[in-house]
């Protein structure tokens, strides 16, 4: 694993008065290597044979200058009394893994022999996994606001300093994923799926649809809702589209989702497709003024058809990309993701203005890919014209299609280098990454997903035949090692396509059973006599 980075986690970037995890440091200094264990197969929710643990984390600041290996006698380890660089200080701290685990006290193989057949290959499955273990980034966002917000077909090709000076400072100044993928499958509603959730859409468009009446334990809706917070779902399309009427009323927000037909209409006009920017307008003022809020939007100014005629974003932001080079299709998807930008720009001015940027972050993620530029015309790898012409290489495999930018901010972190995290990522992380930024209770062996910061084996995956692992890529099922030199643990390849292919099992047990609800009604998650809206 590599985390490139200036990791900031000490009391300026925390909102409450509490342990940092700089203070942890100083009294643990443990580090770990990362990897995972896994155990022989015993049917399709089994990962396989035990994968070696890769080497622990090499860090560095962002900068070129700091890339070079450091030399004892030029840089010695600072006394515990000295106060060490700014950069070197929090890149030690990311690589710190402590003793404690990711978990709750669930005894899941105790679980499996009394349980009934419906969970018992579940419960085995989790019992056979390795909790994650706190780091230095756990808690570090302890206390502070969250807008996560799941963008309408965007891509990191939109950022731009001058065009969008707001994405961009969000993009540069906060974490930086230089290695992120948002898979599409199931479309928007696959996306929210795996940002929201934090679970593959193994069930297509449905995967969302069956949560309406499960228990979403571990969304940040209602992790942050047990945690006293005031929390709200926001989308500026129709209501009941994909049922989010039903879902979205059931992500653990304690004051539920508002939508076109349901409230935003008193913001929005009903163009197509509506303004992200005059449904932040509206509804900020819902939240801004809170103690501590969870907000969630789903925007759609992104969305296609991408020409200047019949998308109502793309026409009215069409002065601002007049001198852009380029065909009208990728010319009218910059002008719609303009809405976008403007709606970001209010909320961080917003932000500023009450003197809690410090105490916010925020979270950006692509629902799916821009499959709407090629829209009409041949689509299929290798003939994606308009795709290509935006990423500015032909885009001849899931990988170049899927890559993406994954924004996570907050304004304390605006003082330092910028975090730098270079190991593949995947959306399917977000909600396990937040978890532990955040310092919630939540256990890492119930989440597919893995927290980038922790002990966890790196792996991104878009589906069953393509991911990538810190050591190779597998396309379409064949493993390419990304170096000649490079040795593969023993078994290596299928022990990872095991590995893979649990956790989509594991998707599809839970998205069909609500393992979580009956977890909870077992008393295994909270306290069911006590907790409201989980």
Same mark, same amino acid.
């Given at each position: 694993?590599?985390?490139?980075?200036?990791?900031?986690?000490?009391?300026?970037?925390?909102?409450?008065?509490?342990?940092?995890?700089?203070?942890?440091?100083?009294?643990?200094?443990?580090?770990?290597?990362?990897?995972?264990?896994?155990?022989?197969?015993?049917?399709?929710?089994?990962?396989?044979?035990?994968?070696?643990?890769?080497?622990?984390?090499?860090?560095?600041?962002?900068?070129?200058?700091?890339?070079?290996?450091?030399?004892?006698?030029?840089?010695?380890?600072?006394?515990?009394?000295?106060?060490?660089?700014?950069?070197?200080?929090?890149?030690?701290?990311?690589?710190?893994?402590?003793?404690?685990?990711?978990?709750?006290?669930?005894?899941?193989?105790?679980?499996?022999?009394?349980?009934?057949?419906?969970?018992?290959?579940?419960?085995?499955?989790?019992?056979?996994?390795?909790?994650?273990?706190?780091?230095?980034?756990?808690?570090?966002?302890?206390?502070?606001?969250?807008?996560?917000?799941?963008?309408?077909?965007?891509?990191?090709?939109?950022?731009?300093?001058?065009?969008?000076?707001?994405?961009? %400072?969000? @993009?540069?100044?906060?974490?930086? &994923? /230089?290695?992120?993928? !948002?898979?599409?499958?199931? #479309?928007?509603? *696959?996306?929210?799926?795996?940002?929201?959730?934090?679970?593959?859409?193994?069930?297509?468009?449905?995967?969302?649809? %069956?949560? @309406?009446?499960?228990?979403?334990? &571990? /969304?940040?809706?209602? !992790?942050?809702?047990?945690? #006293?917070?005031? *929390?709200?779902?926001?989308?500026?399309?129709?209501?009941?589209?994909?049922?989010?009427?039903?879902?979205?009323?059931?992500?653990?927000?304690?004051?539920?989702?508002?939508?076109?037909?349901?409230?935003?209409?008193?913001?929005?006009?009903?163009?197509?497709?509506?303004?992200?920017?005059?449904?932040?307008?509206?509804?900020?003022?819902?939240?801004?003024?809170?103690?501590?809020?969870?907000?969630?939007?789903?925007?759609?100014?992104?969305?296609?058809?991408?020409?200047?005629?019949?998308?109502?974003?793309?026409?009215?932001?069409?002065?601002?990309?007049?001198?852009?080079?380029?065909?009208?299709?990728?010319?009218?998807?910059?002008?719609?993701?303009?809405?976008?930008?403007?709606?970001?720009?209010?909320?961080?001015?917003?932000?500023?203005?009450?003197?809690?940027?410090?105490?916010?972050?925020?979270?950006?993620?692509?629902?799916?890919?821009?499959?709407?530029?090629?829209?009409?015309?041949?689509?299929?790898?290798?003939?994606?014209?308009?795709?290509?012409?935006?990423?500015?290489?032909?885009?001849?495999?899931?990988?170049?299609?899927?890559?993406?930018?994954?924004?996570?901010?907050?304004?304390?972190?605006?003082?330092?280098?910028?975090?730098?995290?270079?190991?593949?990522?995947?959306?399917?992380?977000?909600?396990?990454?937040?978890?532990?930024?955040?310092?919630?209770?939540?256990?890492?062996?119930?989440?597919?997903?893995?927290?980038?910061?922790?002990?966890?084996?790196?792996?991104?995956?878009?589906?069953?035949?393509?991911?990538?692992?810190?050591?190779?890529?597998?396309?379409?099922?064949?493993?390419?090692?990304?170096?000649?030199?490079?040795?593969?643990?023993?078994?290596?390849?299928?022990?990872?396509?095991?590995?893979?292919?649990?956790?989509?099992?594991?998707?599809?047990?839970?998205?069909?059973?609500?393992?979580?609800?009956?977890?909870?009604?077992?008393?295994?998650?909270?306290?069911?006599?006590?907790?409201?809206?989980?």
């Amino acid at each position: 694993m590599a985390v490139g980075a200036a990791i900031v986690a000490l009391a300026g970037c925390q909102k409450q008065e509490n342990t940092t995890g700089a203070e942890i440091m100083k009294e643990s200094g443990k580090t770990a290597e990362l990897g995972v264990n896994a155990t022989d197969p015993a049917d399709d929710l089994m990962p396989a044979g035990d994968l070696e643990k890769t080497p622990g984390p090499s860090t560095a600041p962002a900068s070129d200058a700091a890339q070079e290996p450091a030399d004892p006698a030029v840089n010695p380890t600072p006394e515990p009394t000295q106060t060490p660089p700014a950069s070197d200080y929090f890149i030690r701290l990311s690589q710190t893994v402590f003793e404690d685990e990711n978990k709750l006290d669930i005894d899941f193989a105790e679980l499996s022999e009394t349980d009934s057949s419906t969970y018992k290959k579940i419960d085995a499955y989790v019992a056979s996994l390795t909790p994650s273990r706190k780091n230095g980034m756990t808690g570090v966002f302890e206390g502070k606001n969250l807008v996560l917000i799941s963008a309408e077909a965007f891509t990191g090709e939109v950022i731009d300093e001058k065009l969008t000076p707001t994405l961009y %400072r969000l @993009a540069t100044k906060g974490i930086q &994923f /230089t290695d992120y993928y !948002q898979p599409a499958g199931a #479309g928007t509603t *696959g996306g929210e799926c795996q940002n929201i959730f934090g679970f593959f859409p193994v069930l297509g468009g449905s995967s969302v649809k %069956r949560t @309406a009446e499960q228990n979403n334990y &571990f /969304t940040m809706g209602n !992790q942050l809702n047990r945690l #006293g917070y005031f *929390g709200k779902a926001y989308h500026n399309g129709n209501y009941t589209m994909y049922d989010r009427d039903k879902t979205h009323n059931n992500l653990g927000y304690s004051e539920g989702f508002m939508a076109y037909g349901n409230g935003m209409e008193k913001f929005i006009k009903p163009t197509w497709p509506e303004s992200d920017y005059d449904m932040f307008v509206g509804t900020i003022p819902d939240y801004i003024d809170q103690e501590r809020f969870n907000i969630y939007y789903m925007t759609v100014s992104g969305h296609c058809n991408y020409r200047f005629h019949n998308n109502a974003m793309s026409k009215k932001n069409r002065d601002r990309v007049a001198e852009l080079e380029g065909s009208e299709a990728i010319r009218a998807y910059k002008a719609a993701n303009l809405e976008l930008e403007d709606a970001l720009a209010f909320l961080v001015e917003n932000l500023e203005e009450k003197g809690i940027a410090d105490d916010t972050v925020i979270v950006i993620s692509a629902d799916h890919y821009p499959y709407g530029l090629d829209e009409g015309g041949p689509s299929e790898f290798g003939k994606m014209k308009y795709l290509s012409e935006l990423f500015g290489e032909k885009v001849e495999n899931v990988f170049q299609r899927d890559h993406n930018r994954l924004i996570l901010w907050c304004g304390c972190l605006e003082k330092y280098d910028p975090i730098v995290v270079s190991d593949p990522v995947g959306s399917i992380d977000i909600l396990p990454t937040l978890s532990n930024l955040f310092g919630t209770e939540w256990d890492s062996r119930l989440l597919p997903g893995r927290d980038v910061f922790s002990d966890a084996m790196p792996i991104a995956i878009l589906d069953r035949s393509n991911w990538k692992t810190d050591l190779g890529i597998c396309i379409r099922g064949k493993f390419t090692p990304y170096s000649e030199e490079t040795e593969l643990p023993e078994d290596y390849v299928k022990n990872v396509k095991a590995m893979v292919s649990g956790k989509y099992e594991y998707c599809k047990y839970v998205l069909n059973t609500d393992y979580y609800g009956h977890l909870y009604d077992l008393g295994k998650l909270g306290d069911p006599q006590n907790a409201e809206n989980q």
